[in-house]
């Protein structure tokens, strides 16, 4: 079998297994954030301080995550220069999954892990 070949059976099969899982994976927010301190966005025990509950967080998921809207982008410079990279990792990553998106927050403050 060619490398190619391989690689995208691989790839199939790793995507087999994370739709049969869950229909949100925040494996790929482990670049950007920590549940317990900040990286490159806001620590996500801060962001679930800021919105309570998974329904308010998914509010504004669902409203187009507007800068405007989010409690810490808007109110600190540091992760509002951060904004568009933020919109980007939303549209390619939460949208369409806005739910399970906040709520897989939740549950890894609540757990401690992502």
Same mark, same amino acid.
């Given at each position: 079998?060619?490398?190619?070949?391989?690689?995208?059976?691989?790839?199939?099969?790793?995507?087999?297994?994370?739709?049969?899982?869950?229909?949100?994976?925040?494996?790929?927010?482990?670049?950007?954030?920590?549940?317990?301190?900040?990286?490159?966005?806001?620590?996500?025990?801060?962001? +679930?301080?800021?919105? *309570?509950?998974? =329904?308010?967080? %998914? !509010?504004?998921?669902?409203?187009?995550? &507007?800068?405007?809207?989010?409690?810490?982008?808007?109110?600190?410079?540091?992760?509002?220069?951060?904004?568009?990279?933020?919109?980007?990792?939303?549209? +390619?990553?939460?949208? *369409?999954?806005? =739910?399970?998106? %906040? !709520?897989?927050?939740?549950?890894?403050? &609540?757990?401690?892990?992502?």
């Amino acid at each position: 079998m060619g490398k190619t070949l391989k690689l995208v059976v691989a790839a199939a099969g790793l995507l087999t297994i994370s739709a049969t899982a869950s229909a949100f994976s925040t494996g790929p927010c482990k670049a950007c954030h920590a549940v317990d301190h900040d990286v490159v966005g806001p620590a996500w025990k801060r962001v +679930a301080e800021k919105y *309570g509950s998974a =329904d308010a967080l %998914a !509010k504004v998921f669902k409203g187009g995550f &507007k800068v405007e809207d989010r409690k810490i982008a808007s109110t600190e410079p540091k992760f509002k220069a951060q904004a568009a990279l933020m919109t980007g990792q939303f549209n +390619a990553l939460i949208k *369409g999954h806005e =739910d399970d998106a %906040a !709520k897989a927050l939740f549950e890894a403050v &609540k757990t401690g892990k992502m």
